[in-house]
């Protein structure tokens, strides 16, 4: 079974975050695949995961939670940057 999760974030630091996550994504685990596309002010980032075992499902939701985590922090330090 394979799982997609697309995730829309609007930001007005598009460019700037999706180049400083796509760096990030090297080492992904097997049977994952990261794009990330910058649009407009969107990042928008497609995750589809190959489910072998249950325990990939919580990989999936793991690397979803540490991406979210990058950009909350990218976008924060970016802001206070502009200021």
Do not use: C, F
Request: glycine content about 2%; aromatic content about 2%.
């Amino acid at each position: 079974m394979n799982i997609t999760v697309e995730i829309t974030y609007d930001t007005n630091y598009a460019k700037e975050i999706s180049n400083s996550i796509s760096v990030d994504n090297i080492d992904i685990p097997k049977g994952m695949n990261i794009d990330i596309l910058n649009k407009e002010n969107k990042i928008i980032i497609k995750i589809s995961m190959e489910i072998m075992e249950p325990r990939n499902v919580l990989t999936l939701r793991n690397t979803i939670d540490e991406i979210l985590q990058h950009i909350s922090t990218i976008e924060k330090t970016l802001m206070k940057l502009s200021h």
